[in-house]
């Protein structure tokens, strides 16, 4: 690949913006990577910095789920002791299903939160 402003040049990185080759002279290091020149740089320190915003948001979103996950595990085990320590059978069965789907639920969420984590 040769250099879009220098055709005898070989270019040495692309342009994360607009995709051209760059040759030594044309290149600009941006924190988001490489870039020509001119209005590239811009657009590719704007996409970095997008970026990581949204990595941050996924940060915050993974731990505000994996304490919605905690809680609800734990409201799960709270029904199920109920459910244990209830004699009339009909709010026995009520409780201890209601505390295995909590829990089930709980899980879920907590193990969603650490796939969020590992993006
Ligand atoms: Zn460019
Ligand atoms: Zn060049």
Redesign the pocket.
């Known amino acids: 690949m040769k250099?879009f402003?220098?055709r005898d040049?070989d270019a040495i990185a692309i342009c994360k913006h607009c995709g051209k080759g760059?040759?030594q002279?044309?290149v600009v290091e941006t924190a988001g990577g490489a870039s020509c020149r001119g209005n590239c740089e811009e657009n590719v320190a704007a996409l970095h910095l997008l970026l990581l915003r949204g990595k941050k948001v996924y940060q915050k979103t993974s731990k505000a789920q994996l304490r919605t996950g905690i809680f609800i595990v734990v409201m799960g085990s709270a029904f199920l002791v109920f459910g244990v320590l209830e004699e009339i059978p009909p709010l026995k069965i009520g409780l201890c299903t209601m505390g295995t789907i909590f829990i089930i639920w709980g899980v879920f969420v907590w193990r969603s939160a650490r796939e969020f984590k590992q993006v």
């Open positions: 250099c402003n220098h040049q760059l040759c002279q044309c």
